[in-house]
């Protein structure tokens, strides 16, 4: 292994010996203290740490850099406190994540580091959002994110990729090629040899370099990040290394051909570097010695002060910290002037006015730009707020919604449109375990509204009709609101767009230019978690939302029944009070909506009844949901699979009970 000094002081040498041997003695303790049972698992990075000290030292401090599992170089680069880290590593209070999430899983935005989640791939995304952000600021700052050779075969892997070469943004993706993806080799992964290949495919300039020779790996990241500074676009650096120990501890090595581990034994990066020091004469017996003697010290520090804490369980504080604290106050309009619009213009009125409001904006999606969206919300924005703020997006769902996320972790708000609510699939773990969790792991709010054109009754079968809050109305963390109307989609949006948690906003697309109202022309938000009764009834309640309001209007208006209709409009959080006292008035109760009735939202909000309303009930709650199939496409199978005639039954039935 050949050092090349050039250019590196004694001091910058011996620094960077520092810094490679914290992370090794680290481990060696750590490895210690996993098989004592004092911690629960570990993610062993020996035999890779010139990766994680050679980039994390090229970079400046105040660049965000993305680490993963083998990265613990980058949290002692940083200079984090040994006390926080090894209280994260034992899940205790004052670690980054107060003991709800494990090792390298955490971020800090007090250190400029964004930590993964399981996934692996989906944190590239983040460091496109993060490098946006940089670029719209005219920042001149690099970011740089690590992924491993196993990880490339997701497709978030080449989605981020795409999106960083299409829109030129300042991002060193260093792929880590320790050619295995837990105990898969690399010819079981993919067929091309090295990961530069690829570079030219995606329009990306790529190099590799030997990932144990810490001064390769220091002097080529940093020549790159200077660059990238002066000129945004992205830059693969591939790092040839290998993995000496388990994916985790428990995993082994025995799949590994002894001759490799051998012939990789040899490349131990910090031995070699070490020995490079000794024969240059920069580093003495007695200089080693006190340096070893140092790291030991702080590290016996840091874990006395970790073992020292105590871990209580606080309920509530599990619970409030789903979410980023923020309590919204309603706005009311200026001025008295309405104006009639559909609700597809108030929508894009709403999202209009926010722009406005809130510079840091940004909106993304397929086709809204110079198109203006396949539904025109979003026609005239181009021209109005530049293409910096409106951004087509390629057809990458999971990669925009996390550089949405990025985009927030770096300062700013953003808005994805789903051209399809269906076409969230492809975004879904971004959605639940990103953007949801964000908070709760490490205390970074999601700053992401996800608009999201949905429902049936429109012939567009049944991958473009599907009503599927339900998925998402599981997931803590999350806010989702559904208008029926004009006035409450537009002051719904702009109330999601203020909130820096992450919220799906579901818009039907039957009542984009067939629902029609006069509504507030100035800029006003609409109170998140509050239903409304959409009309007075005493002897029966249907308690429902979006499309299922206008069903219940047209039974009410048919029937001799006095029908209350309550609007719940937020599905998360929904508003239990306004539920009990509709209950309390009528007795009687249906819960209405479009999706599919097995598992749908009715079903919560009936068992809640039937748990805390019993007593007032003089029958037994009725639940209205569309067919347990798919969404068809032909006219009359999607008029049978709605649930409008059994709507009719079940109110029926209830009068009659």
């Known amino acids: 292994m050949i050092f090349k000094r050039d250019g590196y002081s004694k001091q910058e040498l011996l620094n960077l010996y520092e810094q490679i041997l914290r992370p090794r003695m680290i481990e ?87 930590g993964m989640i399981s996934h692996l791939g989906p944190q590239m995304a983040l460091a496109d959002g993060i490098a946006l952000a940089d670029k719209l600021k005219e920042s001149k700052k690099a970011t740089l994110v690590f992924t491993g050779d196993g990880a490339s075969s997701e497709g978030d892997f080449h989605e981020a990729l ?24 690399s010819e079981q992964q993919f067929r091309f040899k090295n990961f530069v290949d690829k570079g030219p495919g995606y329009g990306i300039k790529a190099v590799k370099v030997d ?27 591939e790092c040839m290394t290998f993995r000496m120990r388990g994916h985790e501890e428990a995993s082994g090595t025995k799949y590994v051909p002894t001759a490799l ?13 070490e020995s490079f020091l000794k024969k240059e004469k920069i580093l003495t017996a007695k200089a080693e010695k006190e340096i070893r003697a140092k790291i030991k010290a702080d590290i016996e520090e840091g874990l006395e002060l970790a073992y020292a804490e105590e871990l209580p369980p606080a ?15 309603v706005i009311q309009p200026k001025t008295d002037a309405t104006s009639e619009k559909r609700f597809v213009d108030a929508i894009s009125d709403g999202l209009k006015q926010s722009m406005e409001r809130f510079d840091n904006l940004v909106l993304m999606g397929q086709d809204i730009a110079e198109y203006g969206g396949v539904f025109k919300i979003t026609d005239g924005f181009l021209e109005k707020f530049g293409s910096g703020r409106v951004r087509n997006t390629p057809l990458c769902e999971s990669a925009i919604i996390g550089t949405g996320l990025g985009l927030c972790i770096n300062g700013y708000k953003a808005m994805v449109e789903m051209q399809f609510a269906d076409f969230v699939t492809c975004g879904f773990n971004q959605i639940v375990n990103n953007l949801a969790k964000s908070h709760y792991r490490w205390g970074q709010n999601a700053d992401v509204v996800v608009r999201m054109p949905t429902g049936a009754g429109v012939g567009a079968g049944p ?81 429902t939302y979006g499309m299922g309001v206008h069903w219940a209007k047209e039974l009410a208006a048919a029937s001799e029944a006095s029908i209350e209709i309550l609007d ?16 309390k008035k009528t007795n009687k109760v249906i819960v209405l909506h479009e999706d599919t009735l097995t598992g749908g939202i009715g079903a919560e909000i009936a068992a ?50």
């Open 261 to 273: 581990m051998e012939e990789w034994a040899k490349k131990d990066p910090v031995e070699n570097y």
């Open 28 to 114: 060696e303790k750590m490895l210690i203290l996993l098989r004592q049972g004092r911690i629960s698992k570990w993610f062993s990075g020996i035999g890779q740490e010139a990766v994680s000290v050679g980039a994390v030292n090229a970079i400046d401090q105040e660049e965000y850099i993305l680490p993963m599992h083998r990265n613990l170089g980058v949290f002692t680069g940083r200079n984090i406190p040994y006390s926080r880290l090894f209280a994260q590593f034992q899940g205790k209070l004052s670690g980054f994540t107060k003991g709800r999430d494990r090792s390298f899983h955490f971020g800090t935005k007090e250190f400029n580091i964004v």
């Open 315 to 329: 309920t509530q504080m599990e619970i409030d910290d789903m979410h980023a604290p923020f309590v919204q106050e």
């Open 211 to 237: 990932g144990n020779n810490l001064l390769e790996v220091h002097s080529t990241i940093k020549q790159l990040a200077e660059e990238i500074r002066k000129d945004p676009k992205p830059v693969i650096v």
């Open 568 to 583: 719940l409009r937020t599905l998360l959080p929904w508003d239990m009070e306004a539920v009990e006292a509709t209950v």
């Open 608 to 657: 809640w009844i039937g748990e805390n309303c019993f007593q007032y009930l003089d029958a037994p709650v009725a639940r209205v949901g569309s067919l347990d199939t798919a969404v068809p496409f032909g006219k009359h199978l999607e008029e049978n699979f709605l649930p409008k005639q059994r709507l009719v039954e079940k109110l029926n039935d209830l009068i009659n009970y």
């Open 463 to 543: 991958f473009h009709s599907q009503s599927n809050e339900a998925w998402f109305f599981h997931t803590p963390g999350l806010k989702i609101v559904y208008p029926s109307n004009p006035r409450d989609a537009k002051g719904l949006l702009a109330a999601a767009i203020e909130d820096p948690n992450p919220y799906l906003f579901f818009e039907h697309k039957a009542m984009y230019r067939s629902v029609v109202e006069n509504i507030p022309d100035d800029y006003y938000t609409v109170e998140v978690g509050k239903a409304a009764v959409a009309q007075e009834g005493d002897d029966i309640s249907i308690i």
């Open 162 to 185: 795409n999106v960083a070469a299409v829109w030129d943004l300042p991002v060193i993706f260093v792929i880590e090629n320790n050619g295995y993806g837990l105990s898969t080799p």
